[in-house]
């Protein structure tokens, strides 16, 4: 009678699925077998007969596609590599109260912060992608300052330092620096002393959003961004609700903004188009202090202190323009610190953690396409 097979095409649903119960049990609409019981079918059609083989893999694959590489006989689909924090070098000097977006993986620095005391320091520390080295210290020994350019060409301003009269104005200062790559010298003076202002963009486009200005009391948060030309400080656009400690991500014409204390912690987001903000899709999360880096429209954005659930944060949420997607946690919860680089490719270093200001540096891969095989997969 010969061999009887039975085309999978035969029994394929709308939607791709395959009804296995008419292969099981049902009749094969096939005129050449008699005999309805799937018993009688001897053999299954290669799976070539389905899926195209290639001689090795496609050239340029699409995400979703399947082929058969006939070389190392394997089924093979194009899928993503999901996103992974690795540990990077740890700081020489272990560091809080910083905010801020500072150049990439591989080229970032942090200048100032907290260490303990509490007290200040002026030490500057650069990162080259494995290990951090001594930089040129800061004239300002202040804390909750706020870092933003790149490694060649930062930014450090603002911030809090304790002085002999509580929450006297000389206590938030308005002291800008600008880093060379060796040596900090004076820039523009802020309006204002303040801390807690989230910052993003370079040397000479510059942006700050919130924080709060000295002395202080419950009504000198704000709801004010500035911008830096390089030498001096103009008013940029206002948020609808004063905050501080949220994190700004982007340029000085185009960045994404979320969360902050307004006073309770928000999950407010909105993007700036250097002139004013416009309301964007909620953060997951309501809270302070959070870190990020990217772009305005593929960003990355984590950690930071929540009431729910309570205390720091490990969680990470990815941002594509439109809306937030979680995604790898990082290890060590922390609140501030400094960020630099893309959502494919970023670190965060310093911060608060639960057992005190953080030396940990952390480096992200974010997901990316990948060639995978089904064997494996």
């Avoid at 009678?1 to 709308?14: D, K, P, Q, V, W």
């Avoid at 009749?27 to 001897?42: F, T």
């Avoid at 399947?66 to 000097?93: E, H, P």
């Avoid at 486009?205 to 030309?229: F, H, K, V």
């Amino acid at each position: 009678m010969g061999t009887r097979t039975r085309n999978f095409a035969n029994n394929i649903l709308s939607g791709g699925t395959i009804d296995g119960t008419d292969f099981l049990s049902g009749a094969i609409a096939a005129p050449n077998i008699a005999n309805s019981s799937a018993v009688n079918v001897d053999s299954i059609p290669s799976i070539t007969n389905i899926i195209s083989p290639v001689a090795g893999d496609p050239p340029s694959p699409t995400t979703g596609d399947i082929w058969y590489n006939s070389v190392v006989k394997k089924l093979r689909y194009r899928g993503f590599d999901a996103a992974v924090w690795a540990s990077g070098g740890n700081l020489s000097t272990a560091r809080s109260d910083l905010q801020g977006n500072v150049g990439t993986q591989t080229s970032t620095l942090v200048g100032g912060g907290y260490t303990t005391g509490p007290q200040g320091t002026t030490a500057t520390e650069e990162y080259d992608g494995s290990s951090w080295t001594a930089g040129g210290g800061r004239a300002s020994d202040a804390f909750r300052v706020t870092n933003l350019g790149t490694q060649t060409a930062a930014l450090g301003m603002g911030g809090y330092k304790p002085s002999p009269s509580p929450y006297a104005p000389q206590r938030y200062h308005s002291i800008a620096e600008e880093y060379n790559g060796s040596s900090w010298t004076a820039g523009g003076t802020l309006p204002q002393g303040i801390q807690g202002a989230a910052g993003t963009g370079t040397q000479t486009a510059g942006l700050i959003l919130g924080g709060i200005y000295g002395p202080y009391t419950s009504a000198s948060t704000t709801a004010q961004s500035n911008e830096y030309d390089g030498s001096s400080w103009t008013t940029g656009g206002s948020v609808p609700s004063a905050r501080d400690y949220p994190v700004i991500i982007g340029t000085q014409t185009a960045a994404i903004s979320t969360g902050g204390r307004t006073p309770s912690n928000t999950n407010e987001s909105f993007t700036y188009n250097g002139t004013s903000f416009s309301s964007a899709t909620a953060y997951p999360l309501s809270l302070h202090n959070p870190f990020g880096f990217g772009i305005q429209t593929d960003a990355v954005v984590g950690g930071g202190s929540a009431d729910s659930p309570p205390g720091r944060q490990t969680t990470c949420n990815t941002w594509n323009g439109t809306s937030w997607t979680t995604t790898t946690s990082i290890s060590t919860a922390r609140t501030g610190g400094i960020g630099g680089g893309t959502s494919s490719s970023g670190v965060i270093s310093s911060g608060s953690a639960p057992g005190g200001v953080s030396n940990a540096t952390e480096e992200y891969t974010g997901e990316a396409a990948a060639t995978k095989d089904f064997s494996n997969d």
